[in-house]
């Protein structure tokens, strides 16, 4: 089968075609689709569990009586999974949970100077939202990547939503995960309405604190969208469309190399797949390779439509393909050449990095331990891939003794007044000028006195 890859040499590509080659699919949220959500987010917003229903019917085909999947059905279904899926998810479980577990925050207290302590705390939330994309695939793997850290920081409600089968069920592995994961209430719904349900809480789902899980264009908009209500929640990325960058050299297996890009390329449509190299035979090598595997792919039209919006790039040297990659900041970003140790340093802007001809970006999808929910559409500039401490939040105590203020207190004033905020000024020197203040001192003092 010929796949519609471009083929581009960066030399002699014109700004305008680098800059076309690298555009993400779609990048550009039409006024449209921001409207379309708009509306999705208010019917939910006025109609609740109403509103969740008629889009689930419309957008999924599946009439519910219920957003709700009771927990013992969740159970039932996941005793249903096959027992290869349950050992695979329970090692996956094992190898995302034990590099999640050495993540765990410490509190911090520091004495800044004499009579004055400040801390760092952390918290977990208390109710988050998982959500989990549907429609042509079953993804239980995002529950675990969303489940368990979740469950490690002690969330108390750990809400997952996900568009229904047909059946108007979930897959048994998914329940199977959810169930692992310890989920206390498992929703149906999908798209833009499952996030506005999540943001806004209808009759039977509970307003969460934050949102999190990877989607299509509709979700990721819905996301922002609702970060910005007041009051709303906030949520944890820009996770769009997934995408995929490889950089190799005449030391790689040009099948690893294509079957890497497919693998990102099957996920949906408006996938991007980049390949950089200073060999041409390479490229040329893993083009053949992407028309044949890509013909014994069931989902292989879908792979194909993303295949049309990305390229293989030939570079002069692997120097020239790392600045295209940190300009391009890919969630994924593959290394297959030798000297990974050179250049790694030099590569910051990714999502997730595999390093090796050993590693397929498949393993971080699914077990190697590391999240998989990552920055998408160039993001990983300026956001970090999903971590436990996405699941907390910190704040600060001071604690401060009456010397401590004494001592202070100048400095504080000297800015207050530089600032020309007279009330700042005067919470602090009423405060030193006051005869409690004094005699707090004073007890302090003998306090000292006693205990040297």
Avoid at 13 to 20: H, K, T, V
Avoid at 85 to 99: L, P
């Amino acid at each position: 089968m010929a796949t519609d890859i471009q083929v581009i040499n960066w030399q002699d590509a014109s700004a305008a075609e680098r800059s076309a080659a690298l555009a993400r699919p779609v990048q550009a949220v039409s006024a449209r689709l921001q409207a379309q959500v708009r509306d999705i987010i208010d019917r939910v917003a006025s109609q609740g569990d109403q509103a969740l229903l008629d889009y689930t019917a419309q957008f999924d085909g599946v009439r519910l009586a219920s957003p709700v999947l009771p927990m013992a059905t969740v159970a039932a279904l996941a005793e249903q999974a096959s027992p290869a899926v349950q050992r695979a998810i329970d090692q996956a479980y094992n190898n995302i949970r034990q590099f999640h577990l050495a993540q765990q925050p410490q509190n911090v207290q520091v004495e800044t100077m004499p009579g004055i302590v400040c801390e760092q705390r952390f918290q977990p939330l208390e109710r988050v939202g998982l959500y989990i994309p549907g429609g042509s695939a079953s993804l239980p793997s995002t529950v675990l990547m969303l489940g368990i850290p979740a469950q490690i920081a002690n969330c108390q409600e750990r809400i997952l939503i996900s568009p229904p089968s047909a059946g108007g069920q979930l897959s048994p592995a998914i329940c199977y995960a959810a169930i692992k994961c310890g989920i206390t209430q498992v929703c149906l719904g999908g798209g833009a309405q499952a996030i506005a349900a999540l943001a806004l809480g209808t009759e039977s789902i509970t307003k969460v604190d934050k949102i999190f899980g990877p989607g299509n264009s509709y979700v990721t908009e819905a996301k922002q969208q609702v970060s910005q209500i007041a009051g709303g929640p906030a949520i944890d990325m820009p996770a769009g469309p997934s995408e995929i960058l490889v950089i190799a050299d005449d030391s790689a297996e040009p099948a690893f190399v294509a079957a890497d890009l497919l693998s990102q390329a099957e996920h949906g449509p408006d996938s991007q797949v980049i390949l950089l190299s200073p060999s041409r035979t390479l490229i040329e090598q893993v083009k053949v390779e992407l028309s044949e595997q890509l013909a014994a792919l069931p989902r292989q039209s879908i792979a194909q439509q993303a295949l049309s919006a990305s390229a293989l790039i030939l570079t002069r040297d692997l120097t020239e393909a790392v600045a295209i990659s940190q300009a391009y900041a890919p969630e994924h970003l593959l290394l297959q050449f030798d000297d990974t140790d050179s250049y790694l340093p030099k590569l910051t802007n990714a999502g997730s990095i595999f390093v090796g001809h050993y590693t397929p970006e498949s393993g971080g999808d699914y077990a190697t331990g590391t999240n998989h929910v990552l920055p998408t559409y160039g993001f990983a500039r300026n956001y970090s891939s999903l971590g436990l401490l996405d699941f907390y939040r910190r704040y600060t105590v001071q604690t401060v003794s009456a010397q401590g203020l004494q001592d202070l207190g100048q400095t504080l004033i000297d800015l207050a007044a530089e600032e020309q905020l007279d009330a700042h000024l005067r919470a602090v020197s009423l405060r030193l000028e006051s005869p409690r203040m004094q005699a707090d001192l004073a007890a302090e003092q003998l306090s000292q006195e006693s205990r040297s």
